[in-house]
Every structure is written in structure tokens, then in C-alpha cells.
């Protein structure tokens, strides 16, 4: 677990509280995590992380191989 010491001014620690009380949370820490977990749901899922457009772009090259079975599987595996 990583800890970050941050300094807020009185009015940002006051919103941090309001949200803590609001949502029954146990401390300052736990409001961070839930305003930071939110924030990751609105802005950053909807769009495609670089990383993981590669692995799109590796799976469109045929890197991957699909298979109709387990027993088709098996074979390439036993070849190997």
C-alpha cells in the first residue's frame, strides 16, 4: 500500500468531511479512495487505455489462436 501525505486548505477538508459523513465512511482515507474510484468510473474507463489497445491490436494480428474444443486443444498441446 502506498501512503501519500497531502495538504488540503480549510474549505477541501471541509467537502473531504462532508463527503465522509455523507457516505458513512470510517476516515479521510477511505472518502480518497471512493472519490478517486468514481473518478476513474466517469473519465477514465469510457476510454481505451494505451496498454490495453495493444493487446487488441496483438489479438486482431493473430497471435491468438481459437479453438471449437478442449480436444482440439489437447492436440495442438501433445504436439507440442
Known sequence: ????LIT???????VLNIIKAKFGLKNKSATVNMILK?????????????????????IDKGKFHKFSSIAELRKILEKQ
Open 38 to 58: 468514481d473518478y476513474e468510473q466517469e473519465f477514465l474507463e469510457p476510454e481505451l487505455r494505451p496498454e490495453y489497445e495493444k493487446e487488441l491490436e496483438q
Open 8 to 14: 488540503l486548505n480549510e474549505h477541501e477538508a471541509t
Open 1 to 4: 500500500m502506498v501512503q501519500a
